[in-house]
């Protein structure tokens, strides 16, 4: 076939609706015997059609494209081609095309606009490696469209970051409330996000993990309560102007929080210890005050603090009376015994996950 067509002299001499025409007739002649189309015809007509299309305007482009999309056996090339035009041609491949590769796919979302993405987004099957893609590039509604497709899979990594775009988006918490496969780490991390509709949703659904979740959101917060029940007897206020003053002599150490908490000066002590561990008045004051010292132990141990120093503060403040004999000496067998590069790798994490959510 590509013997029979001038190129050359179609280009000079047939006007634009007679090449526009010629492409037409092409495909229609392709579609009407592709079950009887071997490779050898199959490649003629793709280098046709290929050569064809620089010579014929888009509405031609995307009559073609309608033509081809549907179709199992199709000149590959040529679908590639017009799978990279402006959308009202790629449209059709990029929602049908079975001929484009997940290498295809992704190639396109990187390299084309939320357009391209959103015809992908609403394919009947997504792989997880062009589902990451469309989570990496894509904007809020073609997340939301991708997160509505049953046939999408997903990776660990592209839920979790999902997850993390919907804190500020209910049409995407929506979208993967109602997903069936969500699994379970998954339906947790969103009942953190989601509004009270989108956690009535997931209830309804029937998501155990969800009251699972919300009981340890209650847990936590009464937890919280209590907490500042106890730390509301006394002065943070004052005791940082205290510290503030005494740090114009001598740094924050070890030695400084031990002689505050020796002295029985609890939000003194408190105040050092966060200066000295980096970390906020706030979360200082309730690792030193909860039921359970553990947070606080390990923080201790990834700074190197001594036995010493730690039993001091157990027999601090609160603690003076929400622990008893055993359960300080519970603690301290927990710390002598912690092992301190596991110690440090926690406490490292934690601190790059709180600068994440500040970011």
């Not at 280098?47 to 033509?67: I, S, T």
């Not at 102007?241 to 020796?262: G, I």
């Not at 190197?304 to 359960?327: C, H, K, Y």
């Amino acid at each position: 076939m590509s013997e029979l067509v001038d190129f050359e002299r179609v280009e000079s001499t047939h006007t634009q609706a007679e090449r526009n025409r010629l492409m037409a007739h092409v495909v229609q002649l392709y579609s009407l015997t592709t079950e009887r189309v071997n490779p050898e015809l199959l490649a003629v007509y793709d280098d046709v059609l290929v050569r064809l299309a620089d010579l014929v305007e888009e509405e031609a482009l995307a009559f073609v494209a309608n033509k081809l999309a549907p179709l199992a056996k199709a000149p590959r090339g040529m679908v590639r081609k017009l799978a990279h035009e402006p959308i009202q041609v790629a449209r059709p491949l990029l929602e049908k095309s079975p001929l484009l590769s997940d290498d295809d796919l992704t190639q396109i979302v990187e390299e084309k606009g939320f357009d391209h993405m959103d015809a992908i987004a609403g394919r009947a099957k997504l792989s997880s490696q062009v589902s990451a893609a469309l989570v990496e590039h894509g904007n809020s509604p073609v997340k939301v469209k991708l997160a509505s497709n049953e046939g999408a899979e997903f990776s660990d990594a592209s839920y979790v970051k999902l997850v993390k775009d919907s804190r500020e988006d209910e049409k995407l918490q929506n979208s993967l409330a109602d997903r069936d496969d969500l699994p379970a780490s998954v339906v947790k991390a969103l009942v953190d996000v989601a509004s009270a509709a989108v956690r009535d949703k997931l209830v309804r659904h029937g998501r155990s993990e969800v009251a699972e979740r919300l009981n340890e959101a209650a847990g936590l917060a009464a937890e919280r309560l209590s907490n500042e029940q106890w730390l509301s007897h006394y002065d943070f206020d004052l005791a940082h102007r205290t510290v503030s003053m005494a740090l114009r002599k001598q740094p924050v150490s070890e030695a400084s929080v031990f002689a505050q908490a020796r002295a029985g000066k609890f939000p003194e002590a408190v105040v050092m210890f966060a200066l000295c561990a980096g970390v906020s008045l706030e979360e200082a004051k309730h690792w030193t005050v909860r039921a359970d010292p553990k947070p606080f132990l390990i923080v201790c141990k990834a700074m190197g603090f001594s036995a010493d120093t730690v039993g001091a503060f157990l027999r601090l403040g609160p603690w003076l009376r929400r622990l008893d004999r055993d359960q300080r000496g519970a603690a301290m067998h927990a710390f002598d015994t912690m092992d301190r590069p596991m110690a440090e790798q926690i406490f490292s994490e934690w601190k790059k996950k709180q600068i994440s959510r500040a970011a």
